[in-house]
């Protein structure tokens, strides 16, 4: 039974550079072969088709994961304060009053922080972020309708 999935996973290995084509790496027990067959199945793929793009998404999630953290270390303290603040659904004016600095100066902060992810909206970070939790730098979290919170 195992046979097709090591098929599979020594190409993609063989695809991504690993050249050793006979060595097994992974082992699936039963339930990850009958969940992948399940899944299979409900998309009605094979399962090498489903085994290859479930290990591409995930390996694609991976390096989107480590290119964030690695963008995330590239901001300054108070980008990444006023990074965690746009995440939290802050907006400028908000931040401004929270951190007692200009809404321009918030502006460019946010403008920098954009460009050092290579993104164009703040709505694109979020999405980018959207599993980070950002609750400890929530200073501001009594009234988001005001300009300044108190």
């Known amino acids: 039974m195992q046979a097709p999935f090591w098929k599979i996973w020594r190409e993609l290995l063989y695809r991504l550079g690993f050249k050793r084509r006979t060595q097994r790496l992974l082992q699936l027990d039963e339930e990850l072969i ?7 199945q409900e998309e009605q793929r094979t399962e090498e088709e489903t085994a290859v793009r479930l290990l591409s ?5 991976r390096y989107q994961a480590a290119l964030n953290i690695r963008n995330w270390d590239t901001l300054s303290d108070r ?35 954009l460009y050092k ?12 972020l959207s599993h980070w939790d950002f609750s400890e730098w929530d200073i501001g979290q009594g009234d988001r309708d005001g300009d300044t919170l108190t």
Do not use: D
């Open 34 to 40: 009958q969940a992948l067959r399940a899944v299979a």
């Open 57 to 61: 998404s995930g390996l694609a999630r």
């Open 79 to 113: 980008e990444k304060q006023v990074a965690a603040l746009v995440c939290l659904n802050y907006t400028n004016r908000q931040i401004a009053g929270m951190l007692h600095l200009s809404p321009q100066t918030i502006k460019s902060h946010v403008q920098n922080m």
């Open 117 to 128: 992810f290579g993104i164009r909206r703040r709505e694109e970070l979020r999405l980018l």
